[in-house]
Structures are given as structure tokens and as C-alpha cells.
């Protein structure tokens, strides 16, 4: 008998750990976090849920339990589970892997003509406006007023074709989600607010595709596109759950897909918590969304002057290293082999250990409490093999104390053998020294954000400087010290986890100037440029700083390259930023600068060429032979028609050389140069007695 409950405790207590070890260390972190709250919860009344994303073989079965599906893609959806269900979904043989995505924050004169805005607005080589028309952008973020004048017409109608807010509860939400309301009559949109938290979205969205007037000149890229905008279910503050991230992304593409329109979503926000390889569920579930006519522009983050960051390599001679931290530390450690870690607690006067873990147990949640004189510091602590990436995520969180005065952490790590990576929440923790000889100091690179700078197909976007200096409105001059053309100090370093180059390309991120949210100015007032009358209300426009201004500067690139090639793909889409990207001095690091700085209208002339879109007006009166060569050309014409003016432009559309031409004898050709030194694809504007074409020659 007493085999038998010895055999059925076993048996139980195998299943409860086979149930436990489909949670991620995140997900472990979260259910450790819930079981103390469920009584609480449980005694409003209310039905609470929490935010999950579930790695499942049939998302039917998860009815039964309550649990409401959201985005599904492949065998990844997005859940919203019953507070009290969620330390059984273990227990689901149909649920493989249960991850708690991480909450994602905001990042924060548009620069155009740095991207060649200008040339695109007096273009020689457009056979229309390129402005986004016919072409969706999509905005997930927080902070929107709806109504403001940059997402209107001149008459007031407004852009906006549907706007999704997640933390509304007086509406109807968008199927097939269960939460937030869905504007998308004018009506609903125009009167409809948000929350007054954050200015973040308005400004962001104002720069991707916000709209110009004469008297209002902060027109973004894509003025002319539509727009569908999604207010992020926050978490507290200005964070968001990656959950509803990922929802508003599908939201958007379903909602463009049924209008048959492409589009562009923009992604200014970001974790720095993850694998950094671009396996994370979030990340798997963004590229697999996107394919011809969708694709999502992110963020790189801003934490590229933050030592957030640590490396090693542990082999035969190198087990175990020393590094201090500042701050209360959230860890996450990612190694291709288990890891073993002592956290320690040092007095700061005298730099002795007041405390200590030891070697703390981690193939399952461990918790254990660290003394600060009368109080006590809890530690929790855990590790599973990843089913992503077959890396092991060590995840370590420090709780219960806000304020540790002078005192500090530090930490002991040994390994066996392989590649250790490890980021801490910055900027609230850095790894460092702390003085001491033989401790290692964090490094700034791998500091790229998780949910806009790492996925295999978003692009993601770092930051330059245009501007170091604006006159606000109440006469204060603000300054940045940044250096004009170089990458932004605070821009996040790449590369990937898995060598890949991130970021992308790099955009106008330094004093951007955009539409502010009318509800926060009175906190944004010593930052705001300009205020005008609109429709007989006043709309603000004022100043951020960030990848969050320098993603939506691309992801109104890719709305006008998308309006010429609307079935363009995420790869081609990167392609085209790569052989027209503007390259110079500040561009030569591939970790910091990716392949160089966005270039609009290059990149809309290569779509050109490459889909044998013919230049306006082209007539066989004036001829151009040959059209590639080693920069000589010669020009044939008829009697009835003589050329008196030849321009020479490059890609970019810069004037490079002016040509008055005498009148010559008929059907006699003119020998003309490319002026040296100028290689790649040029366009040869002619202007003749009786009207002016354009072709085009490459010069090898």
C-alpha cells in the first residue's frame, strides 16, 4: 500500500513538473507573480485576465477553458487567459509552450530633405506624385489624438480609416478580438479620445504620414496615405503588452487586406529583455504576418550609449567571471549551455558582502530572500531550454525593495563551456566593475530592442542627427550637442545575437519636429515649436528625440515605394534600402549605421528602373544612345524638334551639370559627357523648343 501512494506521489509530482516545464522563465516569473494576486483579484467581482502567448496544437480545446484566442499564426497565438486557469495550462496536452511576452515601451522639421524629399516633389523622373496614395499605414503605439490636424484633409474630413483603441471598454471590439472598441465611422474617429498619458503616437504617426497644409509646414513622408491606428493595451504607464502588439499588427493587415490595399505598419516601441535573435515568439509571429504589400518598420532603441550588455565565452581555461551591476537588476541570460549564478548584495562604503544566493538551482522557479538590514530583498530565479532557439534562457528578478541607498549587486557566473549573452533592464541596470580588478564591465553592443530591432524580416531603424538645435515657443532655445550627420549617441548598436546586421538603415532621429497630442501639452509646452488654428481648433506641433522619430521617417519611405510597387516584399523592401543607401563618413560600422542612410527618392527611382516604368514624355524626336556606358553619350534629333538645354541629375536627384546648347544643324548627333567621377544610374533631362524629356543612362 504504502509503494503504491509512494508510486501515485510520484506520478503526480512528475506531471506537475512536466506541466511546470512548459512555462518560459518569463512565463514561470509571471505565474509566481499571479498566484499571490488571484485572491485579490478574485474579490472585486471582476473576470481578470492575463496577457499570453501560447505555442498550441488546436486552439478549439482552449474554449472550453475560458481562454479567448486572439492572433494565431502557424502554431503561436496570442490568448487572453483566466487568472485563475493560468497555472493549469500546463496541464493542456495541446499546449506545447506557454510564454508571457515581455512589455514593450515607447522610444522616443522632419528631416526631409536629408532623404531626398525634395527631389521627390520636383521630380524629373515621376510620371505622378508619389505622397502614399492608395497605401495603408498602420500605427501601434500609445498617445493618439485621433482629431488632430496632421490625420485630416484640408476640409476636415479625416485619414483615419479605422482605429482600434484596446483599452476601451465602452465600444465594440474589432472581430475576432474580445477587447477594446473599434472606430471606424468619421464620426466615432473625430470624437472619439484616448487616455491622456503619452503624446508618443501623435508625433510618431505625424512624421510617418502626417498631412501638410500652406500655413501648417510639418507635413510627414506619406501625406496622401490612409491611415489605420491602433492605441496599444497598456500595462501601466507607458508599457505595453506584446500580446496586444502583436494583435494590432494582424488587426491591420486583416483590415488592409479586406480593403485590397498594401501596407506599411510602423513599430516605435520596444523591450530590451529576449533572445535577441529574432526567434522570439513575437518576432516569429511578425515576419511570418508580413509577405507582398505588408510590411513592418521598427525601432532600434535608444540604449546605445547603455552598457546593458555582456558576452563571454566559456571554454577549458575560462568557467566562471565577476561583473557588478547598478540598480535593482532584472537579468536575462541566454547560453548554449546551462549556467549556474551566485547574486551577491555589497555594502557601498565598504564593499563587503552583506549577502549572498550561492550557486542558485535553476532548472525550476527558485526563490530565496537577501537581508538589507531589517528588510528582505526577494530573489526568484529559473532556467529552461528555449524550443525557439535550443539556447538556455536564464531569467533572474529582484523584488520587494525600491531603494538600496549606496548599496550595490554583483553576481558570479561559471559555465562549462559555449556562448553566453546577458542583458539587464537597462537603463535602470548596466553591468560594471564597481572598481574592482578582474570584474567585467558591460559593452554597448547587442543593445538593439527586442520587438522592433531583431526580427529576420522588420526593419529596423536607427537614428541620425539632422538638427542639434530648435527654437520652442516660449523662446528657449534646446540643444542636443549631437554632432549634425552622425549617428545619435543614443541610437542602439546592433548586431544580432545570430550575426545578422541590425540595424537596417539608419533615419532623421535627433529634434524631429511633429504633431503633439493637445491633451499632454501642458506637460510637453517647453518642448512645443508651433501651435495653429485648424477648423477652429488649436493643433500643436513639437519636439522628440529617438529611433522612435527615425523608424516612422522609413515607414513613410515604404508607404510611396509601395504605391509604385504595391506588391512589394519585406526582402525586397530591404534590398532596394541597401544598393540606394546614402553612404559617407558617419555610415562606415555596420553595427551602428547598418548599410547606410535611408534614401527616398533613390530607392523610388530604383523601383523605377527595375519594373521598366518609362520616364513621362519620352518621344522619339530626341534620342540618347547608348544607355550605358563609361559616361560618354550622344544625342540624335530631328529637324522639327532641337534640344537648347541639357541637365544631368544622379539618383538621388541632385543637379550635378547644366548644359546651354547652340542651335545645331538637323540629324547631326551631339557628343555629351557625364562629368567625372560620377558612376551609377543618372537621368538626362532635355529641353527643346518645343518641350522637355527625360532619359536615362548608366555610367559604369
Same mark, same amino acid.
Given at each position: 500500500m504504502m509503494k503504491k501512494i509512494f508510486f501515485l506521489l510520484f506520478v503526480i509530482c512528475s506531471t506537475m513538473s512536466l506541466a511546470q516545464g512548459k512555462y518560459s522563465p518569463s512565463a514561470q516569473q509571471l505565474l509566481n507573480k499571479q498566484t499571490s494576486n488571484v485572491q485579490r483579484m478574485k474579490a472585486d467581482g471582476e473576470e481578470h485576465y492575463i496577457h499570453t502567448t501560447l505555442q498550441v496544437s488546436d486552439t478549439k480545446v482552449l474554449e472550453q477553458y475560458g481562454i479567448i484566442v486572439g492572433t494565431q499564426v502557424g502554431d503561436l497565438a496570442t490568448a487572453l487567459v483566466p487568472v485563475a486557469m493560468y497555472d493549469r495550462l500546463g496541464e493542456i496536452p495541446e499546449i506545447s509552450f506557454i510564454d508571457a511576452g515581455q512589455t514593450s515601451h515607447l522610444l522616443l522639421d522632419v528631416a526631409l530633405p536629408y532623404i531626398g524629399y525634395d527631389q521627390l516633389l520636383s521630380s524629373i523622373y515621376t510620371p505622378e506624385p508619389y505622397l502614399g496614395k492608395g497605401v495603408i499605414v498602420g500605427i501601434v503605439d500609445l498617445g493618439f489624438q485621433w482629431d488632430h490636424a496632421a490625420f485630416r484633409n484640408a476640409d476636415g474630413s479625416t485619414r483615419i480609416i479605422a482605429a482600434w483603441n484596446q483599452n476601451d471598454k465602452s465600444g465594440t471590439p474589432p472581430e475576432p478580438y474580445s477587447y477594446g472598441s473599434l472606430y471606424d465611422t468619421e464620426e466615432e474617429i473625430l470624437n472619439g479620445q484616448t487616455e491622456a498619458i503619452e503624446t508618443h503616437a501623435t508625433h510618431v504617426t505625424g512624421i510617418a504620414a502626417g498631412s501638410a497644409y500652406p500655413d501648417m509646414p510639418y507635413g510627414g513622408v506619406a501625406r496622401e496615405a490612409s491611415l489605420i491606428l491602433v492605441e496599444a493595451q497598456h500595462a501601466g504607464g507607458s508599457s505595453m503588452y506584446d500580446e496586444g502588439i502583436a494583435d494590432g499588427v494582424n488587426f491591420i493587415f486583416d483590415y488592409a487586406e479586406r480593403l485590397g490595399? !498594401?501596407?506599411?505598419?510602423?513599430?516605435?516601441?520596444?523591450?530590451?529583455?529576449?533572445?535577441?535573435?529574432?526567434?522570439?515568439? #513575437?518576432?516569429?509571429?511578425?515576419?511570418?504576418?508580413?509577405?507582398?504589400?505588408?510590411?513592418?518598420?521598427?525601432?532600434?532603441?535608444?540604449?546605445?550609449?547603455?552598457?546593458?550588455?555582456?558576452?563571454?565565452? #566559456?571554454?577549458?581555461?575560462?568557467?566562471?567571471?565577476?561583473?557588478?551591476?547598478?540598480?535593482? !537588476?532584472?537579468?536575462?541570460?541566454?547560453?548554449?549551455?546551462?549556467?549556474?549564478?551566485?547574486?551577491?548584495?555589497?555594502?557601498?562604503?565598504?564593499?563587503?558582502?552583506?549577502?549572498?544566493?550561492?550557486?542558485?538551482?535553476?532548472?525550476?522557479?527558485?526563490?530565496?530572500?537577501?537581508?538589507?538590514?531589517?528588510?528582505?530583498?526577494?530573489?526568484?530565479?529559473?532556467?529552461?531550454?528555449s524550443p525557439f532557439n535550443n539556447k538556455y534562457n536564464t531569467q533572474i528578478v529582484v523584488s520587494g525593495i525600491n531603494n538600496i541607498g549606496n548599496c550595490y549587486f554583483a553576481m558570479k557566473v561559471k559555465g562549462e563551456k559555449g556562448r553566453l549573452d546577458m542583458w539587464t533592464n537597462a537603463p535602470a541596470t548596466v553591468f560594471t566593475t564597481h572598481g574592482f580588478d578582474g570584474w567585467l564591465h558591460g559593452d554597448t553592443l547587442m543593445t538593439l530592442n527586442e520587438t522592433g530591432g531583431t526580427g529576420k524580416r522588420i526593419t529596423s531603424v536607427g537614428a541620425y542627427t539632422t538638427d542639434d538645435s530648435k527654437l520652442c515657443i516660449r523662446g528657449n532655445n534646446y540643444t542636443t550637442g549631437y554632432e549634425i550627420n552622425a549617428?545619435?549617441? #543614443?541610437?542602439?548598436?546592433?548586431?544580432?545575437?545570430?550575426?545578422?546586421?541590425?540595424?537596417?538603415?539608419?533615419? !532623421?532621429?535627433?529634434?524631429?519636429?511633429?504633431?503633439?497630442?493637445?491633451?499632454?501639452?501642458?506637460?510637453?509646452?517647453?518642448?512645443? %515649436?508651433?501651435?495653429?488654428?485648424?477648423?477652429?481648433?488649436? %493643433?500643436?506641433?513639437?519636439?522628440?528625440?529617438? %529611433?522612435?522619430?527615425?523608424?516612422?521617417?522609413? &515607414?513613410? &519611405?515604404?508607404?510611396?515605394?509601395?504605391?509604385?510597387?504595391?506588391?512589394?516584399?519585406?526582402?525586397?523592401?530591404?534590398?532596394?534600402?541597401?544598393?540606394?543607401?546614402?553612404?559617407?563618413?558617419?555610415?562606415?560600422?555596420?553595427?551602428?549605421?547598418?548599410?547606410?542612410?535611408?534614401n527616398l527618392y533613390g530607392g523610388l527611382c530604383h523601383i523605377f528602373d527595375s519594373s521598366n516604368i518609362t520616364s513621362p514624355a519620352l518621344d522619339t524626336n530626341i534620342q540618347l544612345y547608348p544607355t550605358i556606358g563609361d559616361g560618354d553619350f550622344t544625342l540624335y534629333y530631328n529637324e522639327s524638334e532641337y534640344p537648347t538645354q541639357l541637365r544631368i541629375y544622379n539618383a538621388t536627384g541632385m543637379l550635378i551639370g547644366t548644359y546651354n546648347i547652340e542651335k545645331h544643324p538637323a540629324n547631326t548627333p551631339m557628343q555629351m559627357t557625364i562629368p567625372n567621377g560620377y558612376k551609377g544610374i543618372h537621368y538626362i533631362q532635355v529641353t527643346t523648343n518645343k518641350g522637355q524629356y527625360t532619359h536615362k543612362y548608366v555610367s559604369r
Open positions: 490595399m !498594401p501596407c506599411v505598419i510602423n513599430l516605435s516601441i520596444g523591450n530590451v529583455l529576449g533572445p535577441h535573435d529574432g526567434t522570439s515568439a #513575437f518576432d516569429q509571429m511578425c515576419d511570418s504576418l508580413q509577405g507582398p504589400g505588408r510590411l513592418i518598420v521598427g525601432a532600434m532603441g535608444n540604449s546605445g550609449d547603455e552598457y546593458y550588455h555582456l558576452g563571454y565565452d #566559456f571554454d577549458e581555461e575560462h568557467t566562471e567571471f565577476h561583473t557588478g551591476l547598478t540598480g535593482i !537588476p532584472i537579468l536575462d541570460a541566454w547560453s548554449e549551455e546551462p549556467v549556474y549564478i551566485d547574486l551577491e548584495f555589497y555594502h557601498g562604503h565598504t564593499d563587503t558582502v552583506l549577502d549572498a544566493t550561492g550557486w542558485m538551482p535553476l532548472d525550476s522557479l527558485y526563490e530565496t530572500t537577501l537581508n538589507y538590514f531589517q528588510r528582505e530583498i526577494t530573489v526568484t530565479a529559473t532556467s529552461q531550454l549617428v545619435s549617441p #543614443f541610437s542602439s548598436l546592433g548586431h544580432t545575437a545570430d550575426g545578422r546586421i541590425k540595424p537596417d538603415i539608419i533615419a !532623421p532621429g535627433s529634434l524631429i519636429t511633429s504633431a503633439y497630442n493637445k491633451m499632454l501639452i501642458g506637460n510637453m509646452f517647453g518642448m512645443t %515649436t508651433n501651435e495653429f488654428v485648424f477648423h477652429n481648433d488649436t %493643433t500643436y506641433y513639437g519636439l522628440s528625440s529617438g %529611433t522612435s522619430m527615425a523608424a516612422p521617417i522609413v &515607414t513613410g &519611405t515604404y508607404a510611396i515605394w509601395l504605391q509604385a510597387k504595391p506588391d512589394m516584399t519585406p526582402e525586397e523592401a530591404k534590398e532596394i534600402l541597401k544598393l540606394t543607401a546614402i553612404k559617407d563618413e558617419y555610415t562606415t560600422h555596420t553595427e551602428s549605421a547598418g548599410h547606410g542612410k535611408v
